[in-house]
Structure formats: structure tokens, C-alpha cells
């Protein structure tokens, strides 16, 4: 079985910042990419960022210059460095990766979320 566990989310003022952090664990044979998604209350849930196991990253636009997405490869790890944060932020934060756990099997597993809150 595979974990992924996420920390870090937590309350905060707008302009301030926030480091999630997404750790990946169990029987895992390697790990493409990781990402994170967000899910504000009454909206659908929304990609954030993502990165391959090269480090090619993707944003969301409206995250673009404020979040910055990293990970660990050996450590099997994420995380989303979060500066600026505005209101609009807000929500819960889902940890995402493709993950192989044999030579012919690859799923997607998702975290169970860290909330994040932005006070204006």
C-alpha cells in the first residue's frame, strides 16, 4: 500500500507564507510525477502545481510567481513553498503523485489534504 501524507497548511495573514510539505511511503517501485490540488468550499477542486521526477514544474496562473512546487526524489517528498498568499488561497490542499509500485502497475494516489486559511 501507498501513504501520501501532507503538512504544513495552517492559518495565516494575507502576504504572509506557508510551506506544505507531502511525504510519500509504502511499497513504492518509483514516483513520476507529484502535484498539488486545491479545493476551495463550493468549488471544484483545482490544479495548483506539478512536477515531474526531472523537475519540469507547471502552474496554475494564478499561483505563477507567488508558489513555487519542489521535491526530494530520494526521500520520495514534496512541497509547495507558498509566499504572498492571498485570500483567494484558501482551501484544502491535496497532495498528488503517479506512483509505480511494480514494474507493470501505476496509480495515481492523492493525500488527505492539509487545510490552508488566509485571513484578509
Known amino acids: 500500500q501507498v501513504q501520501l501524507v501532507e503538512s504544513g497548511g495552517g492559518l495565516v495573514q494575507a502576504g504572509g507564507s506557508l510551506r506544505l510539505s507531502c511525504a510519500a511511503s509504502g511499497s513504492i517501485f518509483s514516483i513520476n510525477d507529484m502535484g498539488w490540488y486545491r479545493q476551495a468550499p463550493r468549488n471544484e477542486r483545482e490544479l495548483v502545481a506539478t512536477?515531474?521526477?526531472?523537475?519540469?514544474?507547471n502552474y496554475a496562473d494564478s499561483v505563477k510567481g507567488r508558489f513555487t512546487i519542489s521535491r526530494d526524489n530520494a526521500k520520495n517528498t514534496a512541497a509547495l513553498q507558498m509566499n504572498s498568499l492571498e485570500p483567494e488561497d484558501a482551501g484544502v490542499y491535496y497532495c498528488?503523485?503517479?506512483?509505480?509500485?511494480?514494474?507493470?502497475?501505476?496509480?495515481?494516489?492523492w493525500g488527505q489534504g492539509t487545510e490552508v486559511t488566509v485571513s484578509s
Open positions: 498528488t503523485a503517479n506512483i509505480r509500485t511494480t514494474v507493470r502497475a501505476t496509480n495515481r494516489y
Open positions: 512536477i515531474t521526477s526531472g523537475g519540469s514544474t
